[in-house]
């Protein structure tokens, strides 16, 4: 080979290692920047030749110059990214509903017997001391003092209930603002993902790589896989984002979502494409787990025709379902005792009237709608003890406090229990599905840990790994360089010589 081929092979390795050495420096630059792929150079041998049946190299090229990545493990990632995300929603809300239960439970969780001294009236203290005032007014029905302390007993249970009930209504309010905050979220991210694929097709219409600008997709598709169960694909430079199987996103064009809804029970919460108006299916990721959270399609009014009202415990709110266990623990209750009370007389002879009556008249008693009967808090005399009205006829008084005993009354899951029983199966309930909603949000945390650092170990940028290559790139083009500067001496000496 001449002496200019050389030459040439000696300035294309020069011009590979610059290149090198630029994307090296570049990696170095975002060592710390977040979501950053290592970018490397590919370089190819030159088309060889043969010269007198030997076959020589013509130099290097370079081929490309591409990130660092692997789009089955970035899938994946998002993917359990998602589940993951759902799960710690689920898993937030139940301990929180154990934390309200133990703030009224006089110190015992409800995966706990033991007792502390984080409260001092719970639930089943109330339940009991209601039951307890029942069968003090039984042995004498003609005291004033046992006779106040029914109607206290009861409006103490009222209160203790309904606050309950209004903190998981808060809990609900919170998952109806969640899923609208998370959609407005992804509507976001979605535009951004739509605003850098147009940028990324100018970038690259001449067949490079715009690297940073697909790293800032990528750390936007990872902030969306945390909202919702997107996929993505790409085709010919033009990337799709969609939602289980919906496109949300089709290179420069996103596509709107919003909520319908108010969370109610007759309203409840709906996500949509603003322009087809069909409803957009998300089934995990954080907003998944909200608008599962918000529904209140388990929660329903209980009347005497309902009564035993089999609570179940498998809908897919978790706040609902306890909403519905205290509705079902005060309603019930409620409707047997009124109908006892208005079966006998009071003490001055006049038929009975229900102990428990709604705020407003115009809605179905339940958890948000029930009172011990103002006329009973401003006179108690009014409150039936027997069938008579004499002192020694206390048979109401003793059929309601058997009702503590009752098992015909409640049901939890299609087993019959008495109050105690159904209030305890509750807590139960709460304990075991937090522990198994915690070990699922730390089993799958853990997996997306894995994968994430299975995907670091591919793109990330290692300051020694980049080090070392700099040091080998400016060996290689300072050895190329003097290929050139010896084939020069040559030329030189060669001159001379023919001089």
């Not at 610059?18 to 950053?36: E, H, K």
């Not at 007014?137 to 209930?161: E, F, I, P, Y």
């Not at 009702?403 to 049901?411: G, P």
Request: charged share 20%.
């Amino acid at each position: 080979m001449s002496s200019f081929g050389t030459y040439g092979i000696a300035y294309s390795g020069m011009y590979v290692n610059q290149a090198s050495l630029a994307v090296t420096s570049t990696n170095l630059a975002n060592v710390d920047t977040t979501g950053a792929s290592r970018v490397r150079v590919s370089a190819v041998d030159k088309t060889t030749i043969t010269s007198g049946g030997t076959t020589m190299g013509t130099g290097v090229s370079v081929e490309s110059i591409t990130r660092a990545r692997d789009k089955y493990l970035d899938s994946t990632y998002r993917t359990q990214n998602a589940d993951c995300s759902y799960d710690s929603v689920k898993s937030g809300n139940l301990e929180y509903i154990d934390e309200i239960l133990v703030e009224y439970d006089s110190g015992t969780t409800a995966d706990s017997t033991t007792d502390s001294t984080t409260g001092s009236s719970g639930v089943q203290q109330e339940v009991n001391s209601f039951f307890t005032a029942w069968s003090t007014l039984s042995t004498d029905s003609s005291s004033a003092t046992n006779r106040d302390a029914v109607v206290t007993a009861g409006t103490s249970l009222v209160s203790t209930l309904t606050s309950i009930d209004k903190q998981l209504q808060q809990l609900q309010t919170d998952a109806v603002n969640g899923a609208k905050d998370g959609v407005d979220s992804l509507n976001d991210l979605a535009g951004q993902v739509a605003d850098l694929n147009q940028q990324i097709s100018k970038a690259e219409v001449n067949g490079t790589e715009a690297s940073y600008l697909r790293d800032q997709r990528d750390v936007l598709l990872d902030n969306m896989s945390a909202l919702a169960n997107i996929s993505t694909s790409e085709s010919s430079g033009t990337l799709q984002v969609t939602l289980d199987g919906a496109t949300l996103v089709n290179g420069s064009k996103a596509n709107k979502l919003v909520i319908d809804g108010s969370g109610t029970t007759t309203d409840p919460l709906t996500v949509k494409w603003a322009d087809s108006k069909g409803v957009a299916t998300i089934k995990s990721g954080s907003i998944g787990a909200y608008l599962e959270d918000a529904d209140q399609t388990d929660y329903e009014t209980i009347d005497s025709s309902s009564i035993p009202y089999d609570s179940k415990t498998t809908g897919t709110s978790s706040i609902s379902t306890m909403r519905q266990q205290i509705n079902d623990l005060i309603t019930t209750l409620a409707v047997k005792v009124n109908a006892l009370q208005t079966a006998g007389v009071d003490s001055n002879g006049e038929a009975g009237q229900d102990f428990f009556t709604t705020v407003d008249a115009s809605q179905p008693l339940s958890i948000t709608n029930i009172q011990v009967s103002t006329k009973l808090t401003a006179d108690a005399s009014k409150l039936v003890a027997g069938s008579s009205s004499t002192d020694s006829d206390n048979t109401i008084a003793n059929k309601i406090h058997d009702l503590a005993s009752d098992t015909t009354l409640y049901q939890s899951d299609g087993l019959a229990v008495d109050i105690t029983g159904f209030y305890k199966a509750t807590t139960t309930w709460v304990g075991t599905a937090g522990d198994t909603a915690a070990s699922n949000y730390t089993t799958q945390t853990s997996l997306v840990t894995q994968i994430d650092n299975q995907r670091q170990s591919v793109s990330s940028i290692s300051l020694d790994e980049e080090l070392s290559n700099m040091m080998m790139y400016q060996k290689a083009y300072t050895a190329n360089s003097k290929v050139l500067s010896t084939i020069d001496s040559l030329l030189a000496d060669l001159i001379k010589d023919l001089g």
